[in-house]
């Protein structure tokens, strides 16, 4: 007997090449078993030699139960015929069977005569399997792979050819199919594998391995929940005499899994660039080429995809072209991997495409670039956009400072148009008054004089009611003077406003006994000259002096920024008769009104002891003629 | 009162109410009359004035300058400044400028006052 040697190298199972048995040294070539059948198939009797081989068990059963011994396998059908034609004839009838299936001959013969009712068969099956050595060889080297089999990390299971019946699976193989139902040695592998795709391609290939080829591989195996990627290789193996395959099954779902993932990675990044409209460039700096995709391809207006770098760059427009060679030779200097680059490559008709290249350059172990992959990107909608944008943003720029600048211009105009009516105003106050002192007062003082000549030359009896007529004619003279100097103080022709804030002062002192201090601005000259801050101080004065009952009053007149600034504030010694707020806007609205129609404002602050007023103009003002 | 008045003064009714009132003395002669200061100061009969009524008020020069220019040429008159200005700035300025005094004219009877004070005293003749 030769030695059945089973090892396990890196996973993968070498039988020895021959595991035939040559029994021919010691024992008959074929040896004989004899059963006894009945008319009906039924094993009935076995003789010691079919006891041996194992049929003991088979008695009582009917003759397809020899079909379950793994020995017969296919023939069964042949053999169960060939008894029914022996029965229905009551002739002998041989089967000479085929070489691998172990047995050289089986020859039924029908015996009437034993002395039973039924008819009988004979069985004998002729075979050296029957040989006692040889089937404990063969059950020596079912051990012995089955031992080498379960050292394996890899799935692996032994199927008779002839039967294709499984004889042997390791523990592997048993996790690696897994399911509820695990394939039962002896079932055919029709039946055994109901948990994964046996039954397709992998027994074709085992049909196929014991016919002609001896090695196959890549099968797929599923249909698991959790399905189960498998490699399958067959190598077909003579079992003492009888031809098997042996099927190693490696777990590769793994493998599958992640180059599933990678194909369906590929898959979308490849969408993604062809929505997002990204190609891609290889620059090889060693063969000198570039490689495009075929949107990159497009998108740089090349008709080959593999073009040299030179090619490459020549279609960037001359006025970027520069730019972008000298931005890569400065990374490639520099030692910087990442790119960023904005360029115009020429279109077939013409026309510029504006491109964003983004890339990461390789260096090689020493150091130097080897390799440049980028993505390129069509920017020219957003370009378009962008110059839109910077477009419409300019026009609003303009359009929003020539609307500044018409709203200055009407600002002015509002200005000058309030100055002209201040200078109307006051040059109407004046007017009225000119008419005031010029006719009315100069008849009263006529009167006057009229009435102190007569009060000479009339009899006694009507001096009394001529000096009434003239006290009256003084009186309404001197309201007339109070009017005159309301309506334009004669200081404000040509004396300049501190000169008429002084005489006001003094004027206020004298008439309503107003106790004002007044501060001047140092810096003011003499000849500054607004009257709307003249009038606004007398008003103000008499303001605070009829509504507030105050009588001690400061001024401050200054000059802040553009603005000339008059400060009226009382002493805070008249809190008793403050005023309600919105009668004091009330009452200061004409005057409001008028600072506001000259360009200037008027606040009021106010606590509980004192209320400051503050007129401010523009010191423009001065200039109105 | 006794003596030649010259008045400068704008409003002819004015003038005429000076007249009125001057009348009242029979001393009292008005030599002449001048509606601005620059007629004033070009008429012979102002020299012969002894007291000259200005108005400050006047077309053209002021009755100020005026009284700077008659004190400058020795006008040896009194000069009497009647103003419808009450104002002490104004009253200053003619004093400063030379008058001898500063009438309001809203108040006849100062008028008379200084006219007697200057052109000596005596009651007014009695109507016809």
């Known amino acids: 007997m030769s030695a059945l040697d089973a090892k396990t190298e890196n996973g993968v199972l070498h039988l020895d090449e021959d595991l035939s048995f040559d029994i021919t040294e010691d024992v008959e070539a074929a040896r004989v078993c004899r059963l006894a059948l009945d008319s009906a198939g039924r094993i009935v009797s076995a003789d010691p030699e079919a006891i041996q081989a194992g049929f003991a068990s088979y008695i009582g059963c009917d003759l397809h139960a020899l079909s379950c011994i793994a020995e017969l396998g296919v023939h069964a059908e042949r053999l169960i015929s060939a008894l029914q034609q022996s029965v229905a004839t009551m002739r002998r009838v041989s089967v000479v069977m085929p070489q691998h299936s172990g047995l050289s001959e089986v020859v039924y013969t029908p015996m009437s005569s034993l002395g039973g009712d039924e008819p009988q068969v004979f069985v004998e099956l002729y075979g050296e399997r029957f040989n006692p050595l040889r089937r404990e060889a063969y059950q020596l080297a079912l051990t012995t792979i089955e031992q080498a089999l379960e050292a394996s990390t890899d799935g692996y299971l032994v199927v008779e050819v002839a039967s294709q019946r499984l004889l042997r699976m390791n523990g592997a193989c048993r996790r690696l199919v897994g399911g509820e139902v695990q394939p039962r040695l002896g079932d055919s592998i029709q039946d055994s594998f109901q948990t994964i795709d046996l039954t397709g391609r992998l027994r074709a290939l085992i049909v196929g391995a014991g016919r002609a080829a001896t090695k196959a591989s890549g099968i797929l195996l599923e249909g698991a929940e959790t399905p189960v990627w498998v490699e399958a290789e067959v190598r077909q193996q003579e079992l003492v005499g009888l031809p098997v395959v042996v099927v190693r099954l490696r777990d590769v779902s793994a493998h599958h899994l992640l180059m599933s993932s990678s194909r369906e990675a590929d898959r979308r990044l490849e969408l993604v660039l062809d929505f997002a409209g990204v190609g891609i460039a290889d620059y090889d700096f060693v063969s000198g080429m570039v490689t495009f995709d075929e949107v990159g391809r497009v998108l740089r207006g090349l008709d080959r995809p593999r073009v040299t770098i030179a090619e490459a760059f020549a279609a960037i427009i001359p006025e970027d072209r520069i730019a972008v060679v000298r931005n890569l030779l400065r990374s490639r200097h520099d030692g910087v991997r990442d790119v960023n680059t904005e360029y115009r490559v020429v279109q077939s008709d013409g026309t510029h495409r504006w491109l964003l290249g983004r890339g990461r350059l390789m260096f090689n172990d020493q150091g130097h670039p080897v390799r440049f992959l980028g993505a390129v990107r069509d920017i020219s909608e957003q370009r378009r956009t962008e110059q839109l944008l910077r477009s419409t943003a300019e026009r609003l720029e303009r359009e929003v400072n020539d609307r500044t600048a018409e709203l200055a211009r009407a600002n002015q105009r509002l200005i000058d148009a309030s100055r002209m009516v201040a200078r109307a105003e006051y040059l109407e106050r004046r007017r009225v008054a000119s008419v005031l002192h010029d006719d009315l007062q100069q008849g009263l003082y006529s009167l006057g004089l009229r009435l102190r000549a007569l009060q000479q030359r009339i009899p006694a009896e009507f001096f009394r009611s001529v000096t009434e007529l003239a006290d009256l004619v003084s009186s309404t003279l001197q309201m007339t003077r109070g009017l005159v100097v309301d309506l334009a103080p004669p200081l404000l022709d040509g004396e300049g406003g501190v000169e008429a804030l002084r005489w006001l002062v003094s004027d206020l002192r004298r008439r309503l006994g107003l106790v004002i201090t007044l501060e001047l601005d140092p810096s003011l000259p003499e000849t500054v000259d607004v009257p709307i801050l003249v009038q606004a101080a007398r008003e103000l004065a008499l303001h605070a002096s009829h509504l507030h009952g105050a009588q001690v009053l400061r001024m401050r007149l200054s000059r802040q920024q553009a603005h000339l600034v008059l400060e009226v504030g009382e002493d805070g010694s008249q809190s008793e008769a403050r005023a309600e707020h919105d009668a004091e806007l009330a009452a200061l609205s004409l005057l409001s009104e008028r600072i506001h129609l000259c360009g200037g404002e008027l606040q009021m602050h106010r606590d509980q002891q004192s209320c400051v007023w503050t007129v401010s103009v523009p010191s423009a003002l001065e200039a109105v003629p | ?128």
């Open chain 2, 1 to 128: 009162m006794k003596g030649r008045v010259f008045i400068v003064e704008d409003h002819p009714e004015l003038v005429r109410s000076y007249r009125v009132l001057l009348s009242l003395w029979d001393g009292i002669e008005i030599c002449g009359t001048a509606v601005s200061a620059e007629e004033a100061l070009d008429s012979e009969l102002l020299d012969l004035a002894e007291l000259v009524m200005v108005d400050i008020s006047l077309p053209g020069m002021d009755g100020i300058t005026l009284l700077r220019h008659l004190r400058a040429r020795a006008f040896s008159g009194h000069l009497v400044v009647v103003s419808g200005h009450a104002e002490d700035q104004y009253a200053s300025a003619a004093l400063g400028a030379g008058a001898d005094a500063f009438v309001d004219k809203s108040r006849p009877e100062v008028l008379i006052d200084v006219l007697e004070r200057f052109l000596g005293g005596g009651t007014p003749v009695p109507v016809g």
